[in-house]
């Protein structure tokens, strides 16, 4: 038996209409022994239809889904639809308003957080509100994401491979409508508890995103997110009109499905790069090396690919720790 979230809302999610609400966390702090933490939380709805729930802020540092939802929840009219529309902008409100990645109240990652603990921290009760109380009740969800500050990376929507045929075609067919230029079947290499892979394992029709990411924030991507989002909710019946025309490319399907497409430093120091994203590269191509801060005589130590493909990711921030990533290989696709 699921425990009951200790989280709540005063947003009625089966009445019609729109309504800006939020999303109350219980909360204890040194200047208020009894508070709540306030998130953000829209509803929009007219009649009876599909429901799409649509989280951004996930990590605190990557502003695209924030801002593109935000814009989504003000001008999106009810009329206009059929169905339903639940939207969270800032689902890491902490982390948002701090730019960073993770949440500065309790140093969790929401999306290694999920299904979360009525008993946890802020960040988990967060997570295990969304878990229990509002990803059960959609047929699509969606995570906005970017490369944060860490990271730039080629625009895609992107998801796991499930075992199920019909979910994963259905999952392709949703993140084609998008109208990014590929669709990144990805692994998971940093752990577990991710938001997308609980809702894939509920089998919803599950789609991420990495728009972009540091010094990417700017009208491409977030023209990407924007009419993504409505693309979206037209493949699913939501909106009667997509946000643009159909693409006149097919967006192609990547994926980085072997766990050394995940390129790791070797050591810590300086990254520098040979490779731009979307660069071909070979096994044993060298994509950079690393120059050592404390030793300034040895040889910078080389980083190579060990697996064949293009770069769909590469680090974005040069001081680099060991272990860290530095670049992504993909390649394409089939089902």
């Known amino acids: 038996m699921t425990e009951e979230s200790l989280v709540s809302t005063d947003v009625d ?3 019609d209409g729109k309504q800006f609400g939020r999303i109350q966390v219980p909360v204890s702090t040194n ?8 998130i953000p939380v829209v509803n929009v709805r007219n009649g009876d239809g599909p429901t799409a729930v649509l989280f951004g802020g996930n990590h605190g540092d990557e502003f695209e889904g924030p801002v593109a939802l935000m814009k989504l929840a003000r001008e999106l ?10 939207m969270v902008p800032m689902l890491n409100r902490p982390a948002v308003t701090a730019g960073t990645r993770l949440s500065p109240i309790d140093g969790a990652n929401m999306n290694r957080a999920f299904p979360g603990s009525r008993h946890d921290s802020l960040t988990g009760m967060i997570a295990h509100y969304v878990s229990t109380k509002i990803i059960g009740q959609a047929d699509l969800v969606v995570d906005v994401h970017s490369g944060g500050v860490s990271n730039h990376f080629l625009p895609c929507v992107n998801m796991h491979r499930v075992e199920d045929d019909d979910q994963m075609k259905r999952m392709l067919a949703a993140g084609k409508s998008w109208g990014a230029p590929m669709v990144f079947i990805y692994r998971d290499v940093a752990g577990e508890g ?4 609980y809702a894939e394992k509920l089998g919803k029709v599950t789609l991420g995103t990495e728009v972009g990411g540091r010094a990417q924030f700017g009208v491409k991507m977030l023209q990407i997110t924007e009419t993504g989002l409505r693309n979206v909710l037209h493949w699913l019946g939501i909106l009667a009109e997509p946000a643009t025309a159909p693409p006149a490319v097919e967006p192609q399907v990547v994926a980085s499905d072997d766990t050394r497409d995940y390129v790791m430093s070797p050591v810590s120091g300086i990254f520098e790069p040979f ?9 044993g191509q060298v994509l950079g090396q690393v ?3 404390e030793m300034i005589s040895r040889p910078p130590v080389p980083v190579r690919a060990e697996t064949t493909g293009f770069v769909i ?6 001081l680099t720790a060991q272990g860290e990533m530095v670049a992504t290989i993909a390649r394409p696709f089939e089902l």
């Open 13 to 15: 999610h089966d009445r």
């Open 275 to 283: 490779c731009e994203l979307g660069d071909d590269v070979e096994i």
């Open 291 to 293: 120059h050592d801060l």
């Open 31 to 38: 200047s208020a022994g009894w508070a709540q933490y306030f």
């Open 313 to 318: 990711t590469r680090r974005a921030i040069p």
């Open 77 to 86: 009219d009810p009329q206009s639809i059929r169905g339903r529309v639940i």
């Open 194 to 197: 991710l938001l997308p892979s």
